[in-house]
Structure formats: C-alpha cells, structure tokens
C-alpha cells in the first residue's frame, strides 16, 4: 500500500517564524501536491510538483513555497507565518500515466500559528 | 481553477438508510472522483468514474456521472455509523493529475 508521510501531526508556531512542513511518500510517484483545508472551502492547491525540483504553483500560492530536491520527498515553507496561514495542511501524492488517477494523502498537519 | 460544489453541505441519517450526496463541477473532465475524510484525517479514496462511462459500483458504493450537467452522484446504500465521515468529489482534467475538489458533505450516520 502507498504511504504517505507528513512530519507532524500538530504545529503551533508564531507569527513570523519560517516553518517547514515535509511529506515523504514511499511509492516513487513522481507527482506530489500541497492542500490547505479550511472549513467551508474544501481543499485548495497550494503548489505541485511533477518531477523533482520541478513546481507549480496552485491555486493559492503566496505566502508558500515549495522544495522537491528528492523524488520522495516534497517540502512545503512558509517564509514568514502569518496567521491567516493556520489551517490544515495535506500533501498527497499520485503516479501519471496509465489508468491510476487516483490521490493518496498523508494525515495531514495542523498549524496554529499565534 | 474553479471548485464543484458539493449537495448538501451536511446530511444525517439513520443507520441502515441510503445516503445521497451531489456534486457538480465547471469544466470537461478526464475522470470525476470520491474521497472519504474522517474527522482531522487525511482523505482516503473511494471510487472513481471516467467520462466515458455513466454508473460504477463498489461495494454498497455507487457512482453516477451526467457530463451533459457535469455533475455526479454518490449513494451509499444501508449505511452505518462507521460511514460518518465527510465525502467529498474531485473533477480531474488531462493535466498532470490534478484534482479540483468540491466543498464536501459531512454525512452523520446515527445509530
């Protein structure tokens, strides 16, 4: 089965500290995504990345960046946490080609940021 | 990109009855998806339905796709409480895998 990992589970940090939240998938997928999820508005792309050290941005890329220097790994920075940046956080990755569509997400992180 | 929407936002039920959740989305589509979340979890994959094809079943899982409305449906038929979760259907395209995902349904399944 596909697994994917996220660093933590819970997060609280403050305003203005630089925060990494990192996500380890173990099926050599080579695309990964970053989600926010925030009541009412569902999932919402961040970034993706299609190969290493490859990204594009998403819906809702600022505030964000990304680094994918490992094809298992895909990290999410936020370069200064703000916080209207507190919300839930899920990376998922995913295989292209063939007939397989489908997303496979890790338990997701929950920042707080005070 | 635009996300679905999903119908009705929360739905409770008793145990045992058929669940319906509705979604609808804004552009031509590759394949259109459902996804279960429990509470603070990540979401886990439950069936997907391609463009070409009109119904699909898994389990007491089963999926309608209308693309002449872009829209689809989820029913899950004699429900349980360990369905309580919320649901949500995510619209895929031909670009890279990615997935526009709608508002979910958080559906109560009551003993």
């Known amino acids: 089965d596909v697994k994917v990992t996220q660093s933590s589970r819970y997060l609280v940090k403050r305003t203005g500290e630089k925060v990494f939240l990192e996500c380890v998938q173990d099926m050599d997928h080579e695309n990964m995504f970053w989600y926010r999820q925030d009541p009412g508005l569902g999932l919402r792309l961040i970034y993706f990345?299609?190969?290493?050290?490859?990204?594009e941005k998403g819906d809702i890329p600022e505030g964000y960046s990304v680094s994918r220097e490992k094809k298992e790994r895909f990290s999410l920075i936020l370069e200064s946490a703000s916080t209207n940046q507190t919300s839930m956080y899920l990376c998922?990755?995913?295989?292209?080609?063939?007939?397989?569509?489908?997303?496979?997400f890790g338990p997701g992180t929950r920042l707080t940021v005070t | 990109s635009q996300q679905g929407e999903e119908d009705p936002q929360a739905l409770s039920i008793q145990e045992g009855e058929n669940a319906t959740m509705n979604c609808s989305y804004k552009?031509?589509?590759?394949?259109l998806q459902w996804y279960r979340q429990n509470s603070g979890r990540g979401l886990v994959h439950l069936i997907l339905?391609?463009?070409?094809?009109r119904e699909k079943h898994s389990g007491r899982l089963r999926v309608t796709l209308d693309t002449s409305k872009k829209s689809s449906s989820l029913l899950i038929t004699a429900s349980r409480a360990a369905d309580t979760a919320s649901y949500f259907c995510?619209?895929?395209?031909?670009?890279?895998?990615?997935?526009?995902f709608g508002g979910g349904t958080r559906l109560m399944v009551k003993p």
């Open positions: 990345s299609y190969d290493v050290k490859m990204k």
């Open positions: 995510a619209s895929g395209g031909n670009a890279g895998n990615m997935l526009t």
């Open positions: 998922a990755s995913s295989s292209p080609g063939g007939r397989r569509y489908e997303q496979y």
């Open positions: 552009t031509s589509i590759n394949n």
């Open positions: 339905i391609r463009s070409n094809e």
